[in-house]
T-cell receptor, first 120, second 110 residues
Framework: ETGVTQTPRHLVMGMTNKKSLKCEQH?????MYWYKQSAKKPLELMFV???????ENNSVPSRFSPECPNSSHLFLHLHTLQPEDSALYLC???????????????????FGNGTRLTVT | DAKTTQPNSMESNEEEPVHLPCNHS???????IHWYRQLPSQGPEYVIH???SNVNNRMASLAIAEDRKSSTLILHRATLRDAAVYYC???????????FGKGTRLHILP
């Protein structure tokens, strides 16, 4: 149990479908992240949220739409995806508020076990 | 781009120590060195981190070179459950982007 829960664990969707991935953390963390992990490629940072505000969008296509209604929940809304979007989508959280230059240290990221997405 | 360089893969025998190297020659003064590992079918998990001094915790030890341009993660007694991809990453308090590289895939031989 990592403290970060992602649902569903597996998802198969067609290119015309609309679906959402959910991430929940009860660690009291302030920052949440979406990462994409494709086969044989490094983890790619997609989005960063701090206190419900998006602070980073790493050039992600608009067919991926994040939502952070509160500090404990993060969603990734998916629509009109392509087969190359098939990947493991990982959510993470951390205590710190990224970008605070006064803090000399960064607390660790806590990852969920991901949602394995297949686009057909 | 990832700011660290690691070997693609390593092998070690069970119950022996493992030394996983990481080069980070462009490290800045505000960068902390973090290590994570990813077990099969799981998300990455935090292992250890440090700034200048060597660090020990229940999972591993981190040895940091005096010039901070390299570091080594030490697993004192590897078990089969330590087989994973190990990531060495640099994280600064001023940077929202936490970038992972390809990591080192560690194989443990029984």
């Amino acid at each position: 149990e990592t403290g970060v829960t992602q649902t569903p664990r597996h998802l198969v969707m067609g290119m015309t479908n609309k679906k959402s991935l959910k991430c929940e953390q009860h660690l009291g963390h302030n920052a949440m992240y979406w990462y994409k992990q494709s086969a044989k490629k490094p983890l790619e940072l997609m989005f960063v949220y701090n206190f419900k505000e998006q602070t980073e969008n790493n050039s992600v296509p608009s067919r991926f739409s994040p939502e952070c209604p509160n500090s404990s929940h993060l969603f990734l809304h998916l629509h009109t995806l392509q087969p190359e979007d098939s990947a493991l989508y990982l959510c993470a959280s951390s205590q710190d508020f990224p970008g605070q230059g006064a803090l000399p240290n960064r607390s660790p990221l806590h990852f969920g076990n991901g949602t394995r997405l297949t686009v057909t | 781009d990832a700011k660290t360089t690691q070997p693609n893969s390593m092998e070690s025998n069970e119950e022996e120590p493992v030394h996983l190297p990481c080069n980070h020659s462009t490290i800045s003064g505000t960068d902390y060195i973090h290590w994570y590992r990813q077990l099969p079918s799981q998300g990455p998990e935090y292992v250890i981190h440090g700034l200048t001094s060597n660090v020990n915790n229940r999972m591993a030890s981190l040895a940091i070179a005096e010039d901070r341009k390299s570091s080594t993660l030490i697993l004192h007694r590897a078990t089969l459950r330590d087989a994973a991809v190990y990531y060495c990453i640099l994280i600064s308090a001023r940077d929202d982007k936490i970038i992972f590289g390809k990591g080192t895939r560690l194989h443990i031989l029984p």
